[in-house]
């Protein structure tokens, strides 16, 4: 734990000392404006945010502190004998800025383990769940119970001055990293596997541990794993989970607080459910089609009915994307390496080859092209993982990595409180007559 603060503590003053620099000289140029339009529609393309752990880029994809992800899987540290990177090292990558070697992820890996401990009362506020309880509704609640952990919380209430803030969002934070594996394992086990529960291995990396405890020890899903919680770890700041993380911590709540308010925007079907969505909705063209291998012109004729429906086709689409998602492709490689002739990844193949054009047909839509979420499922069931309604939980105790690395970063840096301006339709129309200028900046 002690090299990872002092190396974060000595990165962060000397971001911090650019950044006012920075502000001193360009703090009054502007950014960009800000269209009518864009305030009634999501805020898309305004910048408003900071966010140092990934970058975003409309045609090319995600970059993690400037890093592909075939770049990450070329260039983080793997498993012995694996091919896929280890989050762990991701996660020293978004939170220091600098490529780790094989000593430093081992050095976080074993960090996780030591402080991996989830207390009994956690478990006993899951089982308190009825069983048909969400498994994502589960997680937050067994998060919000594992609040009682927080140093944040007790070191501010216990008049912990604002410099100090950081050490306390660090160390929140490598805790529940490190115990949300479990926690996810022990609600898979509980609602799927009749509560017989797998012990963690303590020399297994993080996500090996993690396969082993939800009871898949095959090799090659650990590799799965591994890639699945590498690539599902960031997507810059604006996004629901990582924006909701931001805001709620930036009024000083502590790292558990924000994340499960993360966790709960990550639960929607727009957003990381969209993964459960689309198995759910393959299943469904499955059995009303009567074939595990539907034909391209069938499932053009599917599609059709869902958009007639007036339903969405999830997996498709993306607020800020405009090409196929990096990350749907890194997955499609992972299936044609390990199960080329798997029914369901060959429909989520043929799924890419049909869709596209139908989408931009409607003449609306802003990216015809799929999203992460069109692939994860089917690799999952491959390997026996069907009980989709869990998939979001893997993405969320994926998503702690950059979200809490990225919540380092706000206390680190200070940023303030988050409060953007409103507006009310009322105030537009006066504002459009000349009558009221709302957004003058009267504050
Ligand atoms: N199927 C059908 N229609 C779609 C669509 C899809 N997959 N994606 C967008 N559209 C529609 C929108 O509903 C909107 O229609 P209306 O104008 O009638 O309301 C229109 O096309 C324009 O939308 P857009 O500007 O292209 O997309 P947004 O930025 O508003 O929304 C997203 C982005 C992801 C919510 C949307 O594409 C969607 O609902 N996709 C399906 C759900 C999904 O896969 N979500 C996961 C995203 C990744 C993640 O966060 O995990």
Redesign the pocket.
Known sequence: MESIKDKFKAKSEIVAAEIKDLLKEHGNRKIGEVTLSQVY??M?GITGLVTETSLLDAQEGIRFRGYTIPELQEKLPKAKGGTEPLPEGLFHLMLLGELPNEQEVSHITSVLQRISHVPNHVFATIEATPISTHPMTQFVIAIMALQTESTFAKEYAAGMAKKDYWEATLYDSLTLIARLPRIAAYIYRRKYKNGDHIQPDGLMDWSGNFAHMMGYDNEEFKELMRLYMTIHAD?EGG???AHATHLVGSSLSDPYLAFAAGMNG?AG???????Q??IKWIYEMQEKLDTDLPAKEQIAQYVQE??TAG??????????LRKT?PRFTAQMEFGKKHMPEDKLCRTIWNIYET?PPI?QS?G?????W?????HSGALLVHYGMVEYEFYTVL?GVSRALGVLASLCWDRSLNFPLERPKSVTTDSVKLWLEGKDEIWENKQ
């Open positions: 529609q999501g898309r997507h996004n629901v989970s990550l079907p727009l957003h990381g459910l969209a993964n969505e689309v869902t958009i339903k969405v086709v999830p997996g498709y689409g993306h607020a800020v998602d869709v989408l409607l609306k839509i802003k990216n015809p799929p999203n992460v979420d069109a993405f």
